[in-house]
């Protein structure tokens, strides 16, 4: 942290690993970080309590990417990655934000997860985030051509745009999903229509502006070919 009225840099500890940050529009303008896939973990700092305290460990707190696949609306017990669903416990992703965005709407954290397509991933923080927190996580459209995320941002209206390896910008928006957004069936492939793909202007062209067939969005069954292609313990206790 810098405080330019004195020119001061206060280094933060953390259990976490850390990349790219964002602050909440909160009372405490949390911080929230990412960690990429070897995390496994989504951490945040409590600004407005480290700064009245200046305690780390307790403005600081972190939790595992957890899916509500027994779909009762709270977090259960979980079985982990690549274990079977079990209809009475929740399911932990093995998954880490690489973006991290807060979405002005209802106030989710949103990141996206490395990997081949690669996922967007929404979490909701609850009343104690530590304990608390219940993830959705939407996987990219393959069917689509959509695959190779690395940075994201929201929107206004909760729109999640990301760039894509596979040349496109992509959005996402989740109010346009269908299926159930929890239970067993939730685990990544249940919002094809919150998918709109937009190709990349044609890097040969002698003029930035795109030909007139990427001006078109890309949506679900508008193409049918498909491309061929042990979480972090935090050891210090959760923030209170």
């Known amino acids: 942290m810098y405080d330019p009225k004195s020119g001061r840099?206060?280094?933060?500890?953390?259990?976490?690993q850390t990349h790219h940050l964002v602050f909440a529009e909160d009372a405490n303008q949390t911080l929230w970080t990412s960690g990429d896939a070897g995390n496994q973990v989504v951490g945040w700092l409590n600004r407005k309590l480290f700064e009245e305290t200046g305690d780390e460990e307790r403005a600081q707190?972190?939790?595992?990417?957890?899916?509500?696949?027994?779909?009762n609306g709270r977090r259960d017990e979980w079985v982990e990655p690549g274990q079977p669903l079990d209809p009475t416990k929740d399911?932990?992703?093995?998954?880490?934000?690489?973006?991290?965005?807060?979405?002005?709407?209802?106030?989710?954290?949103?990141?996206?997860?490395?990997?081949?397509?690669?996922?967007?991933?929404?979490?909701?923080?609850?009343?104690?985030p530590s304990e608390t927190v219940l993830s959705e996580v939407f996987d990219y459209p393959l069917e689509m051509n959509g695959y190779g995320v690395r940075g994201m941002d929201i929107d206004r209206n909760g729109v999640v745009w990301s760039s894509l390896a596979s040349g496109h910008l992509?959005?996402?928006?989740?109010?346009?999903?269908?299926?159930?957004?929890?239970?067993?069936?939730?685990?990544?492939?249940?919002?094809?229509?919150?998918?709109?793909?937009?190709?990349?202007?044609?890097?040969?062209?002698?003029?930035?502006?795109?030909?007139a067939a990427s001006n078109r969005a890309i949506t679900p069954g508008s193409i049918s070919s498909t491309p061929s292609a042990s979480a972090a313990t935090c050891r210090s206790r959760p923030a209170t």
């Open 91 to 128: 399911k932990r992703i093995a998954a880490g934000f690489y973006g991290v965005a807060v979405s002005p709407v209802d106030g989710t954290i949103w990141g996206s997860a490395l990997g081949f397509p690669g996922s967007l991933v929404r979490i909701d923080p609850g009343s104690n």
């Open 61 to 71: 707190g972190w939790t595992p990417l957890i899916l509500d696949t027994n779909g």
């Open 9 to 16: 840099f206060t280094l933060i500890s953390t259990c976490f």
């Open 170 to 211: 992509a959005s996402f928006d989740r109010r346009k999903c269908k299926a159930p957004l929890n239970g067993p069936r939730a685990t990544g492939k249940h919002c094809p229509e919150g998918w709109a793909l937009f190709p990349s202007p044609d890097r040969s062209s002698k003029t930035s502006k795109p030909p």
